[in-house]
């Protein structure tokens, strides 16, 4: 059984109350992940794929993701399907359905944190190493890139939320690290708790 903590618990970092920040970092509880993997001789779509694209109602092409209120499935590269759930019941489902030669259960690896605000766009491409301001990084897209020195990806939810996948044991770093970035830009940052 995994332990059932929270990736931000122990963050004790700068934060500012949400009614004063100008950008909110949250994380998403994560009941369920998955790295599915399909290969270029398979004739079908494996059952264990299909059963977690109907969370996202189509595959998503490499570089994009399908969101929904508590799922995020992502194409991350050819035959390869990053997908995670704040789902309770989504995840027991999946996991009964899953084979295990074609799935990597990684709930126990992966925080799921979303930053939103007004800023965030611009905040974030002053970080990243992608332009998420010139236009080709809109809803939808998903990439992996850097943050700092901490390996991430990003999904553009909105124009104003993105999602931030990050290994869990790097996930209070990452949160001081944008903090600090933020408040060397005079901005406040509200790091609020889990939410579903």
Same mark, same amino acid.
């Given at each position: 059984?995994?332990?059932?903590?929270?990736?931000?618990?122990?963050?004790?970092?700068?934060?500012?109350?949400?009614?004063?920040?100008?950008?909110?970092?949250?994380?998403?509880? $994560?009941?369920?992940?998955?790295?599915?993997?399909?290969?270029?001789?398979?004739?079908?779509?494996?059952?264990?794929?299909?059963?977690?694209?109907?969370? *996202?109602?189509?595959?998503? *092409?490499?570089?994009?993701?399908?969101?929904?209120?508590? *799922?995020?499935?992502? *194409?991350?590269?050819?035959?390869? $399907?990053?997908?995670?759930?704040?789902?309770?019941?989504?995840?027991?489902?999946?996991?009964?359905?899953?084979?295990?030669?074609?799935?990597?259960?990684?709930?126990?690896?992966?925080?799921?944190?979303?930053?939103?605000?007004?800023? $965030?766009?611009?905040?974030?491409?002053?970080?990243?190493?992608?332009?998420?301001?010139?236009? &080709?990084?809109?809803?939808?897209?998903?990439?992996?890139?850097?943050?700092?020195?901490?390996?991430?990806?990003?999904?553009? &939810?909105?124009?104003?939320?993105? &999602?931030?996948?990050?290994?869990?044991?790097?996930?209070?770093?990452?949160?001081?690290?944008?903090?600090?970035?933020?408040?060397?830009?005079?901005?406040?940052?509200?790091?609020?708790?889990?939410?579903?």
């Amino acid at each position: 059984m995994i332990e059932r903590c929270h990736a931000l618990a122990t963050y004790d970092g700068l934060r500012s109350h949400l009614a004063d920040a100008t950008l909110c970092l949250a994380e998403r509880y $994560v009941e369920g992940a998955w790295l599915v993997v399909s290969y270029p001789e398979d004739e079908a779509t494996p059952g264990s794929v299909s059963a977690l694209l109907a969370l *996202a109602q189509h595959e998503p *092409a490499v570089g994009w993701a399908h969101s929904s209120a508590s *799922a995020l499935v992502a *194409a991350i590269a050819p035959g390869r $399907v990053l997908t995670l759930t704040t789902s309770a019941q989504e995840a027991s489902l999946l996991s009964n359905q899953l084979d295990v030669d074609r799935v990597i259960e990684c709930r126990g690896q992966r925080a799921w944190l979303r930053f939103s605000g007004t800023e $965030v766009r611009g905040f974030l491409d002053r970080q990243l190493g992608i332009d998420l301001l010139g236009g &080709d990084f809109g809803y939808g897209r998903f990439a992996l890139t850097r943050l700092g020195l901490i390996d991430v990806a990003i999904h553009a &939810d909105r124009d104003d939320v993105f &999602d931030i996948l990050v290994a869990r044991s790097f996930s209070v770093a990452l949160a001081r690290q944008i903090a600090l970035r933020a408040q060397a830009e005079g901005r406040s940052i509200a790091i609020d708790p889990p939410t579903g």
